[in-house]
């Protein structure tokens, strides 16, 4: 039996893949994640492209230069006159009839530096809100998904201990059950015991020596499901703290409630959501003014070379340009704005109503758990308390193996049941500040 044991120890250890070296913590896992995980990652660059955005509109306020150097050739009667005055090559021969009718092939090589500045554009200022609401709001899904990662790290964080824990629990029931079985070999070889009670010990036996390979199966997992999440190499070695100790929430729903509705980051972005789409039927309304800009433009042309100056010229003026009527398009805008903007206010409303309900579960849940935390650790005492009088009963021939199996069976699952609620009682004190969105603020004190 012994050497089962020692199979199902080495073969968790090899699932696990290497022999732990130095402790993670959970604010040290958390701390890792918000550096390397990679979806926390991806948040931060659509952040710095939306943050981006905003200087792009904003560019449209600056001039814009351009510079253009162009090669046309023709021997059309238009092209050809307007190339040869502004090459300044025009003469009198150019006037005649034939001339005029049939031109031979003419070049021109023309260089324009342009310039246009806007002067008044309706749309540019509701465009750079938007674009500024558009960067708070990836802000605030950057700051969703750091408190997410922190809370699945946590999550998980418990995972680890929780199969440590089960582990040695599994551990612990199989040198038990080795003892049960050494008890009754000693009692068929002394001629007071039955042999099926020798080999119901060793079915025993290796049943929790298969749930002892399940658990360093699960372990194994566990960290590597929290490596990957941390953003650490495969080979990373770390082991976790032994207890992730209490955790204690605000004792008032109402509090919490209250520090939710101006701290939670899904509440901020539904608000900026909002205020994007108040500039979104500004943007709808700007496409019933006029816009105004000046430009200007200075050009050389030349025959025979580029870059070349047989005449030069400049241009400058300044436009205005109304829309009078686009097929009612501006309309379908201004009410397609309002509609979203309303859509906005509904959702705001919605997801404030689930952060209460949220909240309002995450107090019960917690009381439940701690309720059920009582009653699992009373029921190991007396699980553990029963199988030492069975086991007494059992060596003075007065109980059979069977109940004594069945008692350490029971033991076994009270074992698992207490280690499961501990980490669920924990659990559901940090989802209390997760659902508060303060997570992250409070673990990383």
Do not use: C
Not at 24 to 52: C, P, W
Not at 104 to 113: E, N
Not at 232 to 245: H, M, S
Not at 354 to 369: A, C, F, I, N, W
């Amino acid at each position: 039996m012994k050497k089962g044991y020692l199979i199902a120890s080495s073969l968790f250890l090899l699932l696990a893949g290497r022999v732990e070296a130095g402790t993670l913590t959970v604010k040290d896992a958390i701390s890792m994640s918000l550096e390397k995980n990679h979806l926390v990652k991806a948040a931060g660059y659509n952040a710095a492209a939306a943050r981006k955005g905003i200087e792009i509109v904003r560019s449209n306020y600056y001039p814009a230069l351009s510079f253009e150097e162009t090669l046309t050739a023709s021997n059309a009667p238009t092209q050809t006159f307007m190339m040869k005055l502004d090459e300044a090559r025009f003469s009198q021969d150019d006037f005649k009839i034939s001339n005029l009718n049939h031109p031979s092939v003419w070049q021109d090589f023309k260089t324009t530096l342009s310039v246009q500045q806007p002067i008044y554009l309706p749309s540019l200022s509701p465009l750079s809100k938007i674009a500024s609401k558009e960067a708070e709001k990836s802000e605030l899904e950057f700051e969703l998904a750091r408190q997410n990662t922190a809370f699945q790290v946590f999550h998980q964080y418990l995972d680890v201990q929780k199969s440590e824990a089960q582990f040695k629990a599994a551990e612990k029931a199989v040198a038990e059950a080795r003892e049960n079985l050494r008890l009754a070999t000693v009692r068929t070889a002394a001629g007071v015991g039955l042999r099926s009670d020798e080999l119901r010990g060793r079915t025993h036996l290796s049943q929790v020596e298969q749930q002892l390979i399940t658990a360093g199966n699960n372990l194994a997992l566990a960290k590597l499901r929290l490596g990957i999440t941390v953003g650490v190499p495969d080979d990373y070695q770390f082991d976790v703290t032994k207890e992730l100790g209490n955790i204690s929430p605000p004792a008032s729903n109402a509090e919490s409630v209250n520090l939710a509705l101006t701290a939670r980051a899904d509440l901020k972005k539904s608000q900026v959501e909002i205020e994007k789409a108040d500039s979104a039927v500004k943007l709808a309304n700007s496409g019933y003014l006029p816009s105004l800009g000046a430009f200007a433009s200075y050009q050389l042309n030349s025959k025979n070379v580029p870059f070349g100056a047989d005449n030069d010229a400049w241009i400058a003026g300044i436009s205005l340009k109304w829309d009078l009527f686009d097929g009612y398009r501006s309309g379908s805008e201004r009410a397609k704005a309002i509609a979203e903007r309303s859509a906005a206010q509904e959702l705001l409303e919605s997801r404030t109503n689930d952060v209460r309900y949220q909240l309002k579960e995450s107090y019960l849940r917690r009381e439940e758990t701690g309720k059920r935390l009582e009653v699992a650790r009373y029921a190991v005492s007396d699980a553990e308390e029963t199988v030492r009088l069975i086991g007494k009963r059992f060596e003075n021939s007065l109980a059979t193996m069977l109940e004594l199996l069945d008692a350490q069976t029971a033991l076994n699952q009270a074992r698992a049941n207490l280690v499961d609620t501990e980490a669920n009682y924990i659990l559901a004190g940090g989802r209390i500040y997760y659902s508060a969105g303060t997570f992250l603020k409070e673990m990383l004190k």
